[in-house]
């Protein structure tokens, strides 16, 4: 199965500053089928990015994916309040589909 | 309103059996796959399985094969995930999800989740 890889564990940035979280794929993820998911304290995940670069219904443009074979980044913008969380990168070209370990975003 | 609705957390003992549910609606539950994903405490992400309500076709990560069974029943919109016997290492928050689709193609990223269900499996 394909590994994923999130760095940094820990991110600490300040509100408006801009974040970028890497995922590395162990093997190539075909056809971009990499998603990103926002995951808030107490709460269910929350899809972001899919196809590796597209914004689900209703996230903001401040959220923006990118990459390709094994390596993809998501990059959020101008750091809002409600952005400082855990976010996971998840690779469904393979089976079995396969999360990231996350990367936690936390005020500074 | 589409959503995904859980069943209430539990608690049980080592051995115990356990079947929790997962009932979609707003949406056409025959139609997308449903997937089941663990969360241990204060830990990350792992992917389950999925299954198709239109036709019950099931797939399993290969680390849950034979640990878990799911199921499901399209006549309530209802999926399931269930253990014959309860380990402390169940001990997680079990969340479903629905399969997301675009332009037409669907694919087994989640764009709908359920609230989760806490498991807590202690003598």
């Known amino acids: 199965e394909i590994v994923l890889t999130q760095s940094p564990g820990t991110l600490s940035l300040s509100p408006g500053e801009r974040a970028t979280l890497s995922c590395r794929a162990s093997q190539t993820v075909s056809s971009s089928y990499l998603a990103w998911y926002q995951q808030r304290p107490g709460q269910a995940p929350r899809l972001l990015i899919y196809g590796a670069s597209s914004r689900a219904t209703g996230i903001p443009d401040r959220f923006s994916g990118s990459g390709s074979g094994t390596d993809f980044t998501l990059t959020i913008d101008r750091l809002e309040p409600e952005d400082f969380a855990v976010y996971y990168c998840q690779q469904y070209g393979s089976s079995p589909p396969t999360f990231g370990q996350g990367t936690k975003v936390e005020i500074k | 309103e589409v959503q995904l609705v859980q069943s209430g957390a539990e608690v049980k003992k080592p051995g115990e059996s356990l079947k929790i549910s997962c009932q979609g609606s707003?949406?056409?539950?025959?139609?997308?796959?449903i997937g089941w994903v663990r969360q241990m405490p204060g830990k990350g992400l792992e992917w389950m399985g999925i299954i198709y309500p239109g036709d019950s076709d099931t797939r399993y990560s290969p680390s849950f094969q034979g640990q878990v069974t799911i199921s499901a029943d399209k006549s309530i919109s209802t999926a399931y995930l269930q253990w014959s016997s309860l380990k402390a290492s169940d001990t997680a928050m079990y969340y479903c999800a629905r399969q997301g689709c675009s332009g037409g193609n669907c694919y087994w990223y989640f764009d709908l989740w359920g609230r989760g269900t806490l498991v807590t499996v202690s003598s």
């Open positions: 707003g949406y056409s539950f025959t139609s997308y796959w």
